[in-house]
């Protein structure tokens, strides 16, 4: 079993709408939450993080963690076509990031 | 300016090749990290290297061989080139080892024949 669970999509939404994303992981002692995007054919960037339970929000972006359901979040408001990427979450484990598979958003105009 | 560079961006070789890859890093970082990301998106952590010492070794096959020169640079030596060895692989680097926050290189394109 993968240490990050991740739906790989595509998540197809129109212009305006929000976007839901989701991990799960597998081991409660884990502290450290990421989410990195990645445009096609550019290296991820990490675009939040957090080490708590609970909502970190940075302008249209929010997110989430439930460590008691050990699952992470990350909800995008507004959506634009510019926020078409993959979008993947991190977890960080024995001084290493573990990836989960990436979802890839399409925002359609 | 850019943070992290890797070159070549595209490499096509035959099976049996060796080949090399370059990273650079201007961000004064002491760690940096080779990473696999196959053809399903899948990202995996390969090497980490802290202060020119291998930090962290996955389950590569022994034709990898990362070399540090100095900080700022990792290269990635690939022997004997298998099919299975195309992706794209990214330089990163990070202030602290495992640090939260990585930067990545643009991405080295390998496609093996």
């Known amino acids: 079993q993968k240490e990050v669970e991740q739906d790989p999509g595509p998540l197809s939404v129109p212009e305006g709408a929000i976007v839901s994303l989701n991990c799960t992981y597998s081991?409660?002692?884990?502290?450290?939450f990421m989410w990195y995007r990645q445009y096609s054919r550019k290296g991820p960037e990490l675009l939040m993080y957090?080490?708590?339970?609970g909502n970190k929000e940075d302008g249209r972006f929010t997110a989430q963690v439930d460590k008691s359901s050990k699952y992470i979040s990350l909800f995008i408001r507004d959506s634009q076509p510019s926020d078409s990427a993959t979008y993947l979450c991190?977890?960080?484990?024995?001084?290493?990031?573990?990836f989960g598979a990436g979802t890839q958003v399409v925002v359609t105009p | 300016d850019t943070a992290v560079s890797q070159t070549p961006k595209y490499l096509v070789t035959q099976m049996g090749n060796d080949k090399s890859i370059k990273c650079e890093q201007n961000?004064?970082?002491?760690?940096m990290y080779w990473y696999k990301q196959d053809s399903k998106k899948f990202l995996k952590i390969m090497f980490s290297y802290n202060n020119k010492e291998l930090i962290i070794n996955e389950t590569v096959p022994n034709r990898f061989s990362p070399k540090s020169p100095d900080k700022a640079h990792l290269n990635l030596h690939i022997n004997s080139l298998e099919l299975g060895d195309s992706a794209v692989y990214f330089c990163?680097?990070?202030?602290?080892?495992?640090?939260?926050?990585?930067?990545f290189g643009p991405g080295t394109r390998l496609l093996v024949l």
């Open positions: 957090t080490y708590s339970s």
């Open positions: 961000l004064g970082h002491d760690t």
């Open positions: 990163a680097s990070s202030q602290v080892v495992g640090g939260e926050t990585q930067y």
């Open positions: 991190a977890i960080k484990s024995w001084g290493k990031l573990q």
């Open positions: 081991n409660s002692a884990f502290q450290y």
